[in-house]
């Protein structure tokens, strides 16, 4: 993790005498993708509005890049990308001209939105209104736009949600590539693979609160069950074994299963994220 | 080693400019819309048109009885203006004349009238009508056909006339009535803006509901510069559209800034009109009876001015009301500044506060999204 991109302190934020977020803290280096996950109502989208200045904290600090977001709103918001859940386009204009409509609004004068649709695979359609995209190319525009203003910080709110497997495949890769050009990434997604193989760090958040965060190899260590399942044929029947990892007799167990006859496959176990967000709140995440 | 972001300066200026930009297209695009505009303008231009551009105040009446006819029409030459006499072999042609509406009133004198009006003997005198002839029309028939009668036997009417009978307070309009079609100016005015006021409220709707206005403020671009846009677009289509229609029915008259001020400040009412209804509006549907709520009320003075007489008192305290009076006033009566600023300092207040009304119920509306 390099410098902090996003740095969050204590933050709180209510809707009356609702608390949707209780006081978090947390740090995003640049070219870090950080998976956000919660279940609905957890406090997601409040701690993105106020991330991207659009809700001001009731409590706390939330710093861009060294600037706070509160008092220099225009600032930050000229240097962050925000693709949002919802696919909020103009229906009505085409690819080309939602995408130099946003330009403008960054104050990007003469800007050419041909590479920008290349690179989302949209630029045979991209003098077509948007009401005739798919939703996969909806979507496919929806990153396009966030990535306008070549950004420092990119907010992805669900990208791939509902996508096919090539659509998706292609915006994960758009992802990574922004990573490695030293954007930081907040990604808020229910799909436990997509945050398993993208993210640096993984947040859970809960109720408002941050209850666990780390790399996805560290959360699976500490709270993950790690074991290997023995699949055997016995005398005509099917049996399966389960032997753990961090017992004593574990090396004789396996020896035993690998050189039986019967042995048919061994997989190792891990816990998913999703496993481990259930045993640390008691409840799933969608 | 972080990439600097290509962004150029955003300045309010070019994130209003943008916006406006992108509403005019949105709005060249509602083709719903621009069917309706279209043939709401075409459709009052040429009914202004079609409608008589003149009033005309002669009374035709059918007269049957011969031996009147020499006195009757001495009588009707001399002292009647606006009446055109048709004269009548028989009672059942007169009768028959009244029915096909080719006449308005009939009047049959028996055989004999002279000669019993000037031997002082009772007569009868029968007055035919049309069924929707005002009253007033049938009163002035009693009283003319007594006036004849009084002539007729050589009396004088007991009372004593001024000079002139009648004092008009202001222009007298006697043989220069205001034509129907000029009096539906304002309405036509009004419903252009109406329609404009719809336009945009369904704009901002399909804005709020589509949640577009949340991509625009996760950009440098600030709700104040939505609202200043949104104002800025309606305002000038609303304005432009209406000052178009006003031309094109001839509504300038002597004093055309008076008018297009009038129209400005209405053009401002209905953009806040149209702020309100889109922000609360779901729909196109909720949106335009939302919109209909206010806009209603407000186009009562627009129908009130249709007809002759002052409107009523509640009706000078609704909102619009300055924009009709000062429209209808300055195309029609010819009047000034100085008669039309007291209302076009009244509009100038209600667009404040509708302008206000508006802008918190859009941003109200943008900032719980």
Redesign the interface.
């Known amino acids: 993790m390099g410098d902090s991109a996003i740095k969050v302190d204590n933050v709180r934020y209510s809707y009356g005498k609702t608390l949707a977020v209780d006081g978090i803290s947390f740090q995003v280096g ?2 870090e993708i950080l998976g956000f996950l919660g279940p609905n109502g957890a406090g997601k989208s409040t701690t993105i509005k106020m991330l ?3 809700l001001t904290p009731q409590g706390g600090k939330v710093e861009l890049f060294g600037l706070d977001v509160s008092h220099n ?2 600032e930050v ?4 990308g ?1 693709c ?1 859940e ?1 696919k ?6 085409s690819g080309m ?1 939602n995408l130099i ?2 330009a ?6 003469g800007y050419d939105p041909r590479e920008a649709l290349k690179r989302v695979g949209l630029s045979e359609r991209g003098n077509d209104r948007v009401k005739r995209y798919s939703k996969g190319m909806r979507q496919r525009l929806m990153v396009a ?1 966030a990535l306008v ?4 910080v990119l907010f992805l709110d669900e990208p791939t949600n509902g996508l096919d497997p090539v659509s998706s495949r292609a915006i994960r890769a758009i992802i990574q590539k922004e990573s490695e ?3 930081a990434v907040f990604l808020t997604t229910h799909d436990m693979n997509e945050a398993d193989q993208l993210s640096d760090r993984v947040a859970f958040i809960n109720e408002g609160l941050i209850v666990a965060m780390d790399t996805p190899e560290n959360l699976k260590l500490q709270h993950g069950t790690r074991s290997v399942r023995v699949r055997m044929r016995e005398n005509g029947d099917v049996s399966e074994r389960v032997v753990p990892l961090d017992t004593a007799d574990t090396g004789e167990l396996l020896k035993a299963a690998v050189g039986s006859p019967g042995l048919m496959t061994i997989h190792t176990e891990e816990a998913t994220l999703e496993d481990i967000f259930v045993k640390l709140t008691g409840r799933g995440l969608t | ?3 600097t ?7 309010r200026l ?2 209003i ?3 406006l ?2 509403d005019l ?2 709005h060249s ?2 083709l719903i819309f621009i069917f309706l505009t279209i043939l709401s303008v075409t459709t009052f231009v040429t009914l202004y048109w079609v409608l008589p551009r003149d009033v005309d105040e002669t009374i035709s009446m059918g007269v049957s009885g011969n031996d009147i006819r020499p006195a009757l029409t001495q009588f009707a030459s001399t002292d009647e203006e606006g009446l055109s006499i048709e004269w009548f072999d028989d009672t059942d042609s007169l009768r028959a004349a009244i029915e096909t509406r080719d006449l308005e009133v009939g009047v049959e004198f028996p055989d004999g009238f002279m000669t019993d009006v000037m031997a002082g003997r009772k007569t009868t005198v029968t007055i035919f009508v049309r069924p929707n002839l005002p009253e007033e029309i049938t009163g002035a028939m009693q009283s003319m056909v007594r006036e004849i009668a009084y002539a007729i036997a050589g009396y004088q009417l007991p009372v004593t006339e001024p000079d002139g009978d009648i004092v008009v307070l202001g222009e007298d309009r006697a043989g220069d009535q205001i034509p129907f079609r000029d009096r539906l100016r304002p309405l036509y005015a009004f419903m252009v803006l109406m329609l404009e006021a719809i336009a945009l409220g369904a704009l901002i709707s399909s804005e709020v509901q ?3 206005v ?9 709700i104040g510069d939505i609202l200043l846009a949104k104002g800025a677009l309606g305002t000038f289509i609303a304005f432009s559209e209406t000052a178009i229609i006003l031309l094109l029915i001839q509504a300038y008259g002597p004093k055309p800034l008076i008018v297009l001020v009038a129209v400005f400040l209405g053009a401002i009412m209905v953009t806040a009109v149209a702020m309100i209804a889109g922000s609360a509006g779901r729909e196109l549907i909720s949106t335009m009876l939302l919109g209909m709520l206010f806009l209603i009320p407000l186009a009562i003075p627009a129908f009130s001015i249709m007809f002759p007489g002052a409107p009523a008192r509640w009706v000078q305290f609704l909102p619009s009301y300055g924009i009709v009076q000062v429209v209808y006033g300055a195309t029609v009566e010819g009047v000034g500044w100085r008669e039309s600023a007291q209302q076009l300092l009244i509009l100038a207040g209600w667009c404040v506060v509708f302008g206000i009304a508006g802008a918190f119920v859009l941003k109200r509306r943008v900032e719980t999204l």
């Open positions: 640049r070219g991207t200045g659009m709103r225009k918001q000229a240097r962050i925000v949002f919802e909020n386009l103009y229906l009505n204009m001209e409509f946003f403008r609004l960054f104050g990007m004068k736009r203003n070549t950004p420092d050009r030293g954007a | 080693m972080m990439q972001t290509s962004t150029g300066r955003a300045t070019g994130a400019t943008a916006i930009r992108k297209v949105l695009r509602d589509e949640r577009t949340t991509a625009i403020l996760s950009t440098p671009a600030r």
